[in-house]
């Protein structure tokens, strides 16, 4: 019946239950579990999850790795939670904030037995619900039951794992005249994913001949630098560069990528600079929290791109990975164009480590 969630559906639905402490069911073939989002989880849920079995803290190899906790499964481990961890202990493994001040006293117990597949879904699930990459995970006997008794989302794992692996369609939804400052030609472009995700936007600048490369930027929202001007990055003065350097050739395409943080949320984001004022660069802030180096997708802009009817670009860019990512995509880099722009005494550090560990080409 067509009014029955589909995957997609449900997986949009279980994000939105992971950001309000709702916890959600995940089962295979092989078993289920009850997972909950450590960020959002609060005291008697954590009480109920302990009733209901034993329940492990989920973090990704990344997080593992600063806590000194084996990650046997890999990509992550599975912290025992002890019976006497409250939600302070809980919320002390998934958030490093205090790390330097409050070390985690250990060894920390990880699990080695039983598969773990259904706890790197539940983490992947966090991760695109833009929150901390860990979850509190409790084994059932009967998910079915579980979830049907407490009225919780329940997720196939086998069916909803090539949704999470490819990225979502693009449709797109509108467009309109918008002359902007850098140019009065412009259009706005206004393309929307079908797992319900956030909306992604292209400015055209003239009318680019569809069957030249055309001057493109593929730019990440970043609120604090594109709106408040900040100074701990060059984000700002990128975008408007770019669109200035568009406005003077009359004709280029700026793609608005709605994946702030590279990729981890402006929440994440603060976390990532509140970890830099204690003296960690933007990696390894990044790390700490249990994300790796860039979580952002860019073969979002070949998408986009592709949809507008460009084939080739004339690439504003620094980052040899976006030149990668089009040409693997379909989209041909013409040429590579330079934006260096707005380097600073307090983004020196954050520029330089772009350099040196992300290959940036500054």
């Known amino acids: 019946m067509s009014l029955i969630p589909d995957t997609t559906e449900l997986l949009a639905r279980a994000r ?41 803290v989920a973090i990704t190899a990344r997080r593992a790795e600063t806590l000194k906790a084996r990650a046997y499964d890999g990509t992550l481990a599975r912290v025992d939670l002890p019976a006497s961890a409250d939600l302070s202990w809980v919320r002390a493994i998934a958030d490093p904030a205090d790390d330097l001040r409050m070390p985690m006293k250990g060894p920390l117990q990880t699990r080695r037995q039983g598969d773990a597949t259904l706890h790197a879904m539940a983490i992947a699930l966090a991760k695109t619900a833009r929150l901390l990459p860990a979850v509190v995970a409790v084994t059932l006997d009967d998910p079915s039951d579980t979830a049907s008794r407490l009225g919780l989302t329940r997720i196939n794992a086998d069916l909803a794992q090539s949704h999470l692996d490819l990225r979502s369609p693009l449709n797109s939804v509108a467009h309109a005249r918008l002359p902007i400052q850098a140019a009065e030609r412009g259009q706005l472009h206004i393309f929307r994913p079908e797992d319900g995700s956030e909306e992604h936007f292209a400015i055209e600048i003239g009318q680019p001949d569809r069957g030249q490369p055309v001057l493109a930027r593929l730019h990440s929202a970043c609120f604090t630098g594109d709106v408040l001007g900040s100074l701990k990055c060059d984000c700002g003065p990128q975008l408007h560069a770019a669109l200035h350097q568009m406005g003077t050739e009359g004709a280029g395409i700026l793609l608005y990528l709605n994946q702030e943080g590279r990729g981890i949320g402006l929440a994440n984001k603060m976390r990532a600079y509140s970890l830099q004022d204690q003296g960690f660069d933007t990696v390894e802030a990044n790390h700490r929290l249990g994300f790796e180096d860039d979580e952002r997708d860019f073969r979002l802009g070949a998408d986009i791109l592709r949809r507008l009817g460009f084939s080739s670009v004339r690439l504003l860019t620094n980052n040899p990975a976006k030149i990668a990512m089009m040409e693997k995509n379909g989209v041909s880099v013409a040429e590579r164009v330079p934006l260096k722009v707005g380097e600073n005494r307090h983004n020196a550090g954050y520029l330089a480590t772009k350099a040196a560990k992300s290959g940036h080409m500054l």
């Open 16 to 56: 939105a239950d992971l950001r309000m402490g709702v916890p959600v069911v995940l089962w295979n073939r092989d078993g289920g579990i009850l997972a909950i989002a450590a960020e959002t989880l609060d005291e008697p849920r954590l009480n109920d999850m302990k009733a209901l079995g034993n329940p492990v």
